[in-house]
């Protein structure tokens, strides 16, 4: 992985601002779609899109490419988004987010879009099958890293745990787990929903070598990436605290978002947030 000097990061957080105004553009036209988590989760795929991942958008089949397993399977419009602008397909498909017939559905399917490892829906699978890819790459001596993306809330689903075991009684040092801990699930907070906390401890007692980042800042997302390819003796996983919503200050932290798009009027009014947000990157860093 390439150092991230300045000049990455402004273009990481420019394209993390393109991505989010993407996706409220996407979301409007669906008419349906998660907006908290995907927003909250930009800058983690822009940091791996256009930073981390060893990968080919020309050649999504490429054996010795890195897998990237998203569990929480309901944020994909955000990956959507950071395929298309990385080259998967058109950027102009995004507008047919959950249209009938679409490669592009409310959970990513597998056998539709070239890019896409799995097809995620039920929460808490990811995990499973990021083991079994991992374990399987160790097996056939392959040099790929296995990246799993999962939410805080589906943590409170059993079979997490038992890959979690799994990983560590196996010590699948290929494989890294990010958790989008920002705090909220459908139906409230976590802490009130389901306590994940001591979350940490319960990794490390699983077996696993754990670390904790603002998910908003890169240097320490791709510092993370880089201290877990160090550690061969245990998976590890990142805690990345993210605030859902981010990038739109009425939103932020706010539950109910979890689930809902914006409707015309609010994305317009998002956008404008966003572009102004973007204005302020590009005078930050002149």
Known sequence: MPHLHDEKIKELEEKANQARQ???????EAGSGHTA?????ADVFTAFYFHILNHDPKNPEWEERDRLILSNGH??????VLMAMSGYFPVEELKTLRKFGSRLQGHPERE???GVETTSGPLGSGLGQSCGIAYGARMDGKKFRTYCFMSDGEHDAGNIWESALFAGKNK????????????????GMTENIMPLEPLKEKYEAFGWHVLEINGHNFEEITDAVEQAKSIYEKPTVIISHNIPGKGISEIEFDYLWHGKPPKPE????????????GGK???EHQ
Request: charged residues 25%; hydrophobic residues 40%.
């Open 112 to 114: 539709k879009l070239p």
């Open 172 to 187: 699948l040092s290929n494989l890294t787990g990010l958790i989008d801990r920002n705090n909220i699930q459908i139906d």
């Open 22 to 28: 993407l996706l409220i553009e996407e979301l409007v």
């Open 281 to 283: 990157i590009q005078s």
């Open 75 to 80: 944020i994909c419009p955000i990956r959507y």
């Open 37 to 41: 988590g995907p927003l909250g989760m």
């Open 266 to 277: 609010e994305g317009k009014k998002f956008l404008e947030e966003l572009r102004t947000l």
